[in-house]
Nanobody
Framework: QVQLVESGGGLVQPGGSLRLSCVASGSSLSIYDMGWYRQVPGKERELVASIPTGSRARYADSVKGRFTISRDSAKNTVYLQMDSLKPEDTAVYYC???????????????WGQGTQVTVSA
């Protein structure tokens, strides 16, 4: 059973920083990409940043220059460093990964449970 466990959300003032972490559990995981999405009530879930294995990261225009995604492949972990946070960054942030298990012939997508990020004075 694959699980993505997120941490690092919280309340921060505008201009502050947070670092989100997401760990993919399980053995024999072949990860094709990992990324972060966010969602607020009444809006569609949107891509924030992603980093495919062996490729460069990409970012939503709204976070370019402020957020940095990184991976520790040995730990199956992805991070999102969020700097210069704005109130409009307030959302539930979800970790996502597309991966293949050793016993499966399919590449499947998995979601974390989400972690709340609130940016407010």
């Amino acid at each position: 059973q694959v699980q993505l466990v997120e941490s690092g959300g919280g309340l921060v003032q505008p201009g502050g920083s947070l670092r989100l972490s997401c760990v993919a559990s399980g053995s024999s995981l072949s990860i094709y990409d990992m990324g972060w999405y966010r969602q607020v009530p009444g809006k569609e879930r949107e891509l924030v940043a992603s980093i495919p294995t062996g490729s460069r990261a990409r970012y939503a225009d709204s976070v370019k220059g402020r957020f940095t995604i990184s991976r520790d492949s040995a730990k199956n972990t992805v991070y999102l460093q969020m700097d210069s946070l704005k109130p409009e960054d307030t959302a539930v942030y979800y970790c996502n990964s597309r991966l293949q298990l050793s016993w499966s012939s399919s590449i499947l997508g998995y979601w974390g449970q989400g972690t709340q990020v609130t940016v407010s004075a």
